[in-house]
């Protein structure tokens, strides 16, 4: 009995330890969810003043205008996009974890520098890779005879494809660095064992480096849809505000940001902050409850 | 300052809501002439690093006069100006003395945020839709300080090796305008544009202009004038020069923004107001070849006419020193200074002839005539910013021809409509 009573006599003590973080969660995370939650149910003035209880209207509103059907697709179609990064960068480690591969860590580095480079920067250089008159991009096609080149940025659609293959683009140097991570620790004699069994390279990658990796794999991939989800500054540097193809092009963020801080519409906003908030909670859920399935813990 | 932290800290406990409630509908400021001996910390915000000098050189004369009060400047770029803006008013913390545009005055006013100017002000000596710029339901929010207007710049070099003659500018009609740009694109074919504008930016440019010319009207007695068919006659002037590729497509415009286009030898008309003055003084490689003339005429004359205004935070814990300084610095020294200066056209009369000579050869006095003869103000209302989003979103596809005009222009002013409607 005197055993069984162990664990109770902390007494205190978790919480003191944990308190002062919870404490900031609740300030920091929670507190706000709650606030915003409550926001949304609300209109008020541009200053927080007058606010009065309208229950469901901003959602009706947003879902009247059509505005966030189409957030919610062109964020869906950006994340997509930028998920195809996820099989690139497996790939792209395995060949650097080949072994017996000369200059390995010269070229990890090079894949990881672009992680390192401030965003806004980069998008300053794409900005003129898509420019559609002198824009890298184009020039290649005009070379290739394609005269039809379009305005990347500025064409609804075109836009979409663009902004997410800057995502993509941006993300590779992370994913590589955890693939490789990941590939440090299968051992050898995995890939030692499926060769004496006959197991050619790309056997071996799909029976061996493909499972082992899995967790890898599902880390990026939960980390990369709730980035895609929370798509803002790409969209925002590559194609600034006045673009004439936001309105097909907004993401749920930038519509939230939109309604937030340009046209004075809080409650609103803060609708559209509830449905990201569920919308990545569901979608995080889903892949967890189905990497049971997938996902290889060795 | 310290005072003014500590009111920011009550914000917090939502006790600025109730001191910024007493502004709400007061129409008579309580300030009190202040003397050299009155003590005071304020602090005046701007967003234009160009009008710095202005700026400081009018603190400098003020608080010389009022050696016991200290004036500090702070400076916050264009864009963050507003957020920054927002927030301090939402924390109950704005700045005594600070710039405001009739974009968001109304915003700031209805708001109880901005305290009124003191009846005494004489407003006579400033352009009429300036001052009525700044005043809502009959209370005067905030004392002008300067103004711009709209006419063409234009590159003689490019007209001329385009083969083309100016007709009279100070006559000149819609029609001619369409075939002066029309021959001028045929003449200079894919080496520069006939007209460049920023559609993708709002009206003020561009359609605030047409509408106007062509008798229509944006925002009246609280309703859009989207649907009137003159405003979408208006309109269609932009887009019928877009179909004739006078014009660049909007695309093209958010790819190669007219400024640089226009810098760079590339277009031979900029369609667009005065506040280019500056940057073409100090950039423009070859001065020499450029001149402004009027825009063209339909039914009537017009250029939009919009500038900045000092106003005082309702909250100031100084407020007779604030509206000291906000006089300061919208007197007629400051006009002359920021005239001087060639940074704006300043709003009080006569103050602007010395801006014209700071290149007598563009003929700049085209922007101060059209203030004083046919100027039309800015639209405004209480959020004057949701429907300009409107604006963008809806013109834009029309204006690249994509969507019929007026089916824009319909859809846009019955939207418009019920943002005006929740306003009040």
């Not at chain 1, 955890?178 to 051992?187: D, E, H, Q, R, S």
């Not at chain 1, 990026?220 to 309105?247: E, K, R, S």
């Not at chain 2, 590729?245 to 760079?264: C, K, L, W, Y």
Request: hydrophobic fraction near 45%.
């Amino acid at each position: 009995m005197a055993r069984r009573r162990g664990p109770h006599r902390a007494g205190a003590w978790p919480w003191v330890f944990i308190g002062p973080l919870l404490a900031g969660v609740a300030v920091f995370y929670y507190y706000p969810i709650v606030s915003n939650a409550w926001t949304s149910l609300t209109q008020s003035g541009a200053f927080g003043t007058n606010q009065r209880f309208v229950g469901l209207d901003n959602y009706a509103g947003l879902v009247d205008r059509g505005d966030l059907g189409t957030a919610v697709l062109n964020t869906l179609g950006y994340t997509l996009i930028v998920l195809l990064g996820v099989p690139l960068s497996v790939m792209v480690a395995a060949m650097i974890e080949l072994p017996g591969l000369r200059f390995a860590p010269l070229y990890r580095a090079l894949f990881f520098m672009p992680y390192l480079a401030m965003p806004m920067a980069i998008a300053q250089v794409f900005r003129l890779v898509f420019n559609g008159d002198f824009g890298l991009v184009n020039q290649g096609l005009r070379a290739l005879g394609v005269n039809a080149s379009p305005y990347w940025l500025t064409t609804p659609g075109f836009a979409l494809v663009a902004v997410a293959l800057f995502g993509l683009w941006s993300s590779i140097g992370f994913n590589v660095i955890i693939c490789c991570a990941g590939l440090k620790g299968v051992p050898r004699e995995l890939y030692e064992a499926a060769s004496l069994d006959g197991a050619g390279p790309v056997r071996q990658f799909w029976a061996v480096t493909v499972p082992m990796l899995t967790p890898s794999i599902f880390f990026l991939t939960v980390m990369q849809t709730i980035a895609g989800f929370q798509l803002f500054d790409a969209l925002f540097a590559l194609m600034g505000a006045n673009n004439p193809a936001m309105p097909q092009t907004r993401s749920l963020v930038y519509l939230f940001y939109q309604l937030g801080f340009v046209v004075n519409d809080r409650g609103s906003a803060a609708a559209v902050a509830m449905v990201i908030l569920v919308f990545v909670a569901a979608v995080t859920a889903v892949q967890f409850w189905g990497q049971r399935r997938w996902v290889t813990y060795a | 300052m310290r005072r003014r932290t500590f009111l920011g800290a009550l914000g917090g406990l939502g006790l600025t809501g109730a001191l910024a409630a007493c502004g709400t509908g007061t129409t008579e400021q309580v300030t009190e002439p202040i003397d050299e001996n009155t003590e005071a910390e304020l602090e005046l915000a701007y967003w234009d690093r160009n009008q710095s000098v202005t700026v400081e050189a009018l603190i400098a004369s003020f608080t010389e006069q009022h050696p016991g009060i200290t004036v500090t400047p702070a400076l916050t770029g264009p864009t963050d100006y507003w957020t920054r803006l927002r927030t301090q008013a939402e924390g109950g913390n704005l700045p005594d003395v600070f710039w405001m545009s009739g974009l968001h005055v109304q915003l700031y006013a209805s708001n109880g945020m901005l305290a009124p100017v003191p009846d005494d002000v004489d407003f006579g000596v400033f352009p009429q839709a300036m001052t009525d710029l700044y005043t809502m339901d009959g209370v005067r929010y905030g004392i002008p300080k300067d103004y711009d207007t709209i006419a063409c710049w234009v590159n003689q070099r490019l007209v001329e090796e385009a083969g083309v003659t100016l007709p009279d500018p100070e006559t000149w009609t819609w029609e001619e305008f369409g075939e002066t740009t029309r021959a001028i694109a045929a003449g200079l074919g894919d080496r520069a544009r006939a007209v460049v504008t920023d559609l993708n930016i709002g009206g003020q440019q561009n359609w605030y202009n047409t509408v106007a010319q062509a008798g229509g009207y944006i925002i009246r007695d609280g309703r859009s004038g989207y649907a009137e068919p003159d405003t979408i006659r208006g309109l269609e002037f932009w887009s019928n020069l877009v179909a004739d590729g006078v014009v660049p497509h909007p695309r093209e415009i958010a790819d190669n923004p007219p400024q640089t286009a226009f810098m760079s030898g590339l277009a031979a008309i900029h369609h667009t107001g005065s506040w280019e003055t500056p940057a073409l003084l100090a950039d423009y490689p070859d001065p020499g070849e450029l001149v402004v003339v009027p825009l063209p005429r339909d039914r009537e004359r017009a250029s939009t006419i919009h500038g900045l205004a000092y106003v005082v935070a309702a909250n100031s814990a100084n407020l007779s020193a604030a509206s000291a300084l906000q006089r300061h610095m919208t007197s007629e020294e400051a006009g002359r200074t920021d005239a001087a200066n060639g940074t704006a056209i300043p709003a009080w009369a006569g103050t602007a002839e010395s801006w014209h000579e700071v290149k007598p050869e563009w003929n700049l006095s085209v922007f101060t005539d059209a203030a004083e003869n046919y100027a039309v103000p800015y639209p405004v209302s209480r959020n004057t910013a949701a429907w300009n989003q409107l604006e963008a979103d809806l013109l834009t596809p029309a204006f690249a021809g994509d969507v019929p005009m007026a089916q824009a222009a319909e859809q846009l002013a019955q939207q418009m409509d019920e943002l005006l409607a929740a306003e009040r």
